[in-house]
């Protein structure tokens, strides 16, 4: 069975603040993908990054990075230097070769960044 | 490029009543589409998966007698909420994936449509 679990279910941040939001998957599989989506308040999900289970190079694109560990099972999300802009909910998912391109999500973490 | 457009964006509609929501792939073909259904606060539950020219495959749970799924081409599925009741409202979002047979598609979201049954 898959499962995608994001324990932190809400964080407050200031401006300018770095932020890593934890992503914690399950699955039996040895060929996946792992993807992050942002949902800002306006409701569309937009696609951030996705990585395939073979490929643990961490990855920068301008202030956000990622980290993925198979050891630990984690696929971590990076915000540096923090904007308001980035308030949205953030969301991990998880495909599998099994089940082809059915998504597992997490719960979401909710960020809010305040000015 | 990878847009996918709902339409409507929100719908109000009376008990009883059915409605048609619209998902496509503006800029790229679409073997498969998925519809999800989300509650406030809560993640994405899929409801069903749709192939091109093949009948959708619900998740457990889902009536596929109240929810048709249509997905007569490459670049359009149509979700379509029958006898809607105000348990129904909720937020819809589709997404659209370019094959996947390969794995790992990316899943390509559109931007959802707000149901309210009245």
């Known amino acids: 069975a898959q499962k995608v679990t994001q324990v932190q279910t809400e964080i407050s941040v200031v401006e300018k603040e770095d932020v890593t939001l934890d992503c914690v998957y399950e699955?039996?599989?040895?060929?996946?993908?792992l993807f992050w989506y942002k949902q800002p308040p306006s409701g569309e999900l937009v696609f951030l990054i996705r990585?395939?289970?073979?490929?643990?190079q961490n990855e920068i694109s301008g202030r956000y990075s990622w980290n993925f560990q198979k050891s630990t099972s984690s696929f971590n999300f990076t915000i540096t230097a923090s904007q308001v802009v980035d308030s949205a909910v953030y969301f991990c998912?998880?495909?599998?070769?099994?089940?082809?391109?059915?998504?597992?999500f997490g719960s979401g973490t909710k960020l809010n960044v305040k000015p | 490029g990878a847009v996918v457009s709902q339409h409507p964006s929100w719908v109000i509609c009376k008990s009883g009543t059915s409605v048609k929501i619209e998902c496509r792939s503006l800029?790229?073909?679409?073997?498969?589409m998925f519809w999800y259904r989300q509650f406030p606060k809560q993640s994405l539950m899929l409801m069903a998966t749709?192939?091109?020219?093949?009948?959708?495959?619900?998740e457990q749970g889902v009536e596929k007698d109240k929810f048709l799924i249509n997905h007569a081409s490459l670049t359009l599925s149509t979700l379509t909420v029958t006898s809607a009741h105000p348990e129904d409202s909720s937020f819809y979002i589709c997404?659209?994936?370019?094959?996947?047979?390969?794995?790992?598609?990316?899943?390509?979201f559109g931007p959802g449509t707000r149901l309210t049954v009245l």
């Open positions: 749709s192939n091109e020219g093949s009948k959708a495959t619900y």
């Open positions: 990585r395939n289970s073979f490929d643990e």
């Open positions: 997404s659209a994936s370019r094959d996947t047979r390969l794995v790992g598609d990316t899943q390509y």
């Open positions: 998912a998880l495909s599998v070769r099994s089940n082809f391109n059915k998504f597992y």
């Open positions: 800029d790229f073909q679409a073997t498969t």
């Open positions: 699955t039996r599989d040895t060929t996946y993908y």
